[in-house]
């Protein structure tokens, strides 16, 4: 491997901009590092150069550890947004800084220089000044100049953000080919998915300083894991899906869409699917699809983009997402995105406000555990309060996900028809009722249960505890997929018995590896573990009360029932939410 | 483009006639008129005259003072001013502001007052001057005196000409010039010296021209020893109070043709060597 990172961290102001971020590039990858702005991206890239130091976690270029070694001796290149080309410099001498520093020979000098000037395409202009150039050139002079030293690994940071579309493209083509020729390590921070799939072997996509997930380009565009991936690599219509137990009328894309906990064979399971708008297809009606029928819906808006023809359709009661519990639902109308070629808006011409059935080519089921939230209250006014909840709500938002109350009462009363069990997470309010409130839910086989308190904050920190391994599978996937939506570093909290032996503490410690390994590789999410000896309860009670706004993950021993002990964690809870998994 | 006329193509707004009449107008009537004044009054005397007083051994003398004493305190701004700008920019540390403000000061103050504050620091019993009278070093009435009131006065010069041109100077270029393998010193010397240079060299123009034109605060602290501590201005003003205008006004001539000949010297050679630069920016 020629760069390691291992749990990197860069914190600012106490918050997190690279949270445990740990990834392997292989020799002579071209690695791209794709996110939104602020997402950290820039940052880590500026970790990995030595620019920013880590705060956290170790750093190693082709297997030495580089972590305390400072920029000038790390012998990397790298390559700014602004070019950062030195201007009173001629491009020759720009290109020779790196071997002049080096106090290489004039001759070798020249030679290097020329050859240099003669890869990126621009032969003879050694005596021009940087600022005789255009954009797309002086970004070249950079190249050249990173390249000079012959560095192991290249690192360009948004080099093509200030040119224009045309001299982007012509420049992507110069910096594939001289990767290409020298068989260079790259790492390539942009955050468009275009440069992306063009440019990379290999994507990672970051998001509030985590990175979600990595792959090939076609992988993370037709099976991503997570929403932002699904939603940020290209567009994708994101919707929910109440499957039987038996299956579902709906052909899951993929073996992620299996159950993989019996838990969940106990109740109707919500999914996530995800349909990318040119896998819809559309038709005058059921019969006349060739796929799958999805339901029926009203053009609203019809855009002409050239090659394709996008559409926004929104769907009708007999739509995907239609939902169907309880008694109120926040869920707002169902619109989905959908791209025609010229040879199907040829077949099927369509005007604004038309019925048209919609089909689906390809359906990909993301493998979340959590698909929507649903509050489970005794009386409207507190389901009302705590979807007012301003962490909720964003969390909901940021999921792109439902947000929808059920109210019924504590006890059942006789003769009351039961309700649906709710759907996706059940969230209830924390208190002196919520281990009853908790108990119901679980015992109809409800999971994972969110114990907010009323005026709950975002979390900062997140401790995630297994009581058990049973659910850990489960709980390791609420865990990962909650993560990626909270900014908070996240902490495994292993709990051992004060006396126990030096053997039972060894194997402890090696389960908690064990479980960070696991959620590495069936996540590919990195957390530090801790090992605490004491009574679990006493524990994590101290634990959560140390420092405000924290949340704790806590994996149930047994499936579907929470112990009388776990109930000091539930009820004492002034400022701490509780994810039950 | 077609050249129409020598004159730079004229802004798109309108008035370019009339500002350019002002600003002669201007010029002519507070700056050049006085020094036409100046120099017509010189004129009257024969060269005989006109030599034995910018000759005499005490004019040659205030000379040495004026000149050297600008130039030393000059030089010891471009350096001090230098750090106090880069403290400034580069660093943030509580009352930064405070010190930025205090940069001014010796703009606002009148130069006599600041004059009779070093001579009370510097004198022999002053606080500094106490501590520097055992080691045989006296300030207060010495060049040295002349040379502390000349940088006092001198420094906001040369910082405020450099504070722009450090800022300019990007992060990027530093962290460049690190990954490619330059050690502090180097980059400091090849990339944050050559962009800062040009405004360093004009802040020393503007400090040694201000120093040589100084009278207010060197005269307190000078003692204005004749053949010793003597600035000619101080000399032309002596020179009018016994009513001698001829003589100051020959006086005033010989520092103007110096000052004249100094300032544009080193315009030209800032000039040449901001050349690259200039073209770098077009």
Redesign the interface.
């Known amino acids: 491997m020629s760069i390691t990172l291992d749990q990197v961290t860069k914190q600012y102001q106490g918050n997190p901009v690279v949270n445990d971020v740990s990834l392997a590039v292989a020799e002579g990858e071209f690695f791209v590092l794709l996110g939104p702005s602020g997402s950290g991206k820039s940052t880590l890239l500026r970790a990995i150069a030595g620019l920013t130091a880590a705060d956290h976690g170790r750093i190693a270029l082709f297997g030495r550890d580089v972590t305390q070694v400072s920029a000038r001796e790390r012998e990397v290149g790298f390559v700014f947004q602004n070019y950062a080309l030195f201007r009173h410099m001629t491009v020759g001498e720009n290109i020779e800084f790196a071997l002049r520093v080096r106090r290489v020979k004039p001759a070798e000098r020249a030679r290097r220089r020329k050859e240099l000037l003669e890869l990126i395409g621009l032969p003879g202009m050694d005596d021009r000044l940087p600022t005789q150039l255009s954009g797309g050139q002086q970004q070249r002079v950079a190249v050249a100049r990173a390249l000079a030293h012959k560095p192991k690994v290249l690192l360009l940071d948004e080099p093509f953000g200030a040119l224009d579309a045309k001299i982007r493209e012509e420049l992507r083509r110069t910096i594939r080919s001289v990767q290409r020729e020298l068989g260079i390590t790259t790492v390539l921070v942009t955050h468009d998915q275009e440069e992306a799939f063009a440019l990379g072997d290999r994507l990672g996509v970051m998001n509030f300083g985590r990175l979600l997930e990595t792959g090939r380009p076609t992988e993370l565009y037709t099976r991503p894991a997570t929403r932002f991936v699904a939603t940020f690599l290209g567009a994708a219509n994101l919707l929910l899906r109440r499957e039987a137990r038996s299956g579902s009328d709906l052909a899951p894309a993929g073996p992620e869409a299996q159950t993989d906990s019996p838990l969940r064979d106990r109740r109707d399971q919500e999914v996530v699917a995800m349909l990318r708008p040119e896998e819809a297809e559309l038709a005058p009606d059921r019969d006349a699809l060739r796929t799958t029928f999805l339901g029926y819906g009203h053009v609203e808006e019809l855009q002409f983009t050239g090659a394709l023809e996008r559409l926004r359709i929104r769907m009708g009661l007999e739509g995907a997402a239609r939902s169907s519990d309880g008694e109120t639902s926040a869920m707002p109308p169902v619109w989905i995105d959908v791209t025609r070629t010229q040879p199907e808006q040829r077949a099927f011409p369509l005007a604004s406000g038309q019925l048209v059935a919609v089909g689906t080519r390809r359906i990909h089921v993301l493998p979340t555990p959590l698909s929507s939230f649903t509050v489970c209250a005794e009386s409207r006014e507190s389901a009302a309060r705590l979807m007012e909840n301003p962490w909720l709500v964003d969390l909901t938002i940021r999921m792109q996900t439902r947000l929808s109350a059920q109210v019924e009462p504590l006890v059942a009363k006789d003769g009351a028809s039961p309700v649906v069990a709710p759907a996706g997470v059940a969230v209830v309010t924390a208190g002196p009722d919520c281990p009853a409130r908790v108990r119901r839910l679980l015992a109809r086989g409800v999971t994972p249960v969110l114990c907010l308190p009323e005026d709950a904050a975002p979390p900062s920190r997140v401790i995630v505890h297994f009581a058990g391994q049973v659910a850990r599978r489960a709980t390791l996937a609420v865990t990962a997929s909650l993560l990626r939506h909270v900014p908070a570093e996240a902490v495994f909290l292993g709990i051992l018995p004060g006396d126990s032996s030096e053997r039972t503490r060894t194997a402890g410690l090696r389960q908690l590896l064990d479980v960070r390994s696991e959620a590495q590789a069936g996540h590919g999410l990195d957390v530090r573990t801790e090992l605490r000896l004491g009574e679990r309860i006493e524990e994590l009670l101290r634990e959560l009360e140390a420092q405000p706004g924290q949340m704790l993950i806590l994996g149930l021993p047994e499936p579907g029932s929470l112990p009388d002990s776990f109930e000091a964690l539930l009820t004492q809870s002034p400022g701490w939410s509780v994810l039950l998994a | 483009m077609q050249a129409v006329s020598g004159f730079r193509q004229p802004s798109v707004l309108p008035g370019f006639g009339l500002t350019l009449g002002f600003a002669t107008f201007f010029l002519s009537a507070i700056v050049l008129l006085p020094l036409a004044a100046l120099v017509l009054k010189t004129a009257s005397m024969s060269w005989a005259e006109f030599l034995e007083v910018v000759l005499s051994p005490r004019a040659l003398a205030s000379y040495r003072l004026s000149f050297g004493a600008s130039l030393v305190a000059a030089l010891i701004n471009t350096v001090f001013g230098f750090i106090v700008a880069w403290t400034l920019v580069r660093y943030d540390f509580p009352g930064r502001k405070i010190l930025d403000a205090m940069i001014d000061m010796p703009f606002a103050l009148p130069t006599a007052v600041s004059g009779i504050a070093l001579t009370a620091v510097f004198a022999e019993n002053g606080w500094i001057g106490q501590y520097l009278e055992p080691y045989g070093i006296k300030v207060a009435y010495t060049w040295l005196g002349v040379t502390v009131a000349l940088t006092l006065i001198g420094l906001p010069f040369v910082v405020r000409s450099v504070q722009p041109s450090l800022l300019e100077v990007?992060r990027?270029?530093e962290?460049?010039?690190?990954?490619?393998?330059?050690?502090p010193l180097?980059i400091f010397r090849?990339?944050i010296f050559?962009?800062v240079v040009p405004a360093l060299a004009s802040g020393f123009t503007l400090a040694f021209a201000r120093g040589i034109g100084e009278y207010g605060s060197v005269i307190f602290i000078a003692g204005n020893l004749p053949m010793k501590t003597e600035i000619t201005p101080l000399l032309i003003v002596i020179k009018l109070e016994e009513f001698d205008y001829n003589g100051a006004a020959a006086l005033g001539f010989v520092m103007l043709a110096m000052s004249f000949v100094m300032l544009l010297s080193i315009n030209l050679v800032q000039a040449w060597a901001r050349r690259?630069?200039v073209?770098?920016?077009?």
């Open positions: 990007q990027d270029l962290d460049a010039a690190e990954t490619l393998g330059a050690t180097y090849r990339i050559p962009t690259g630069v073209a770098a920016r077009r």
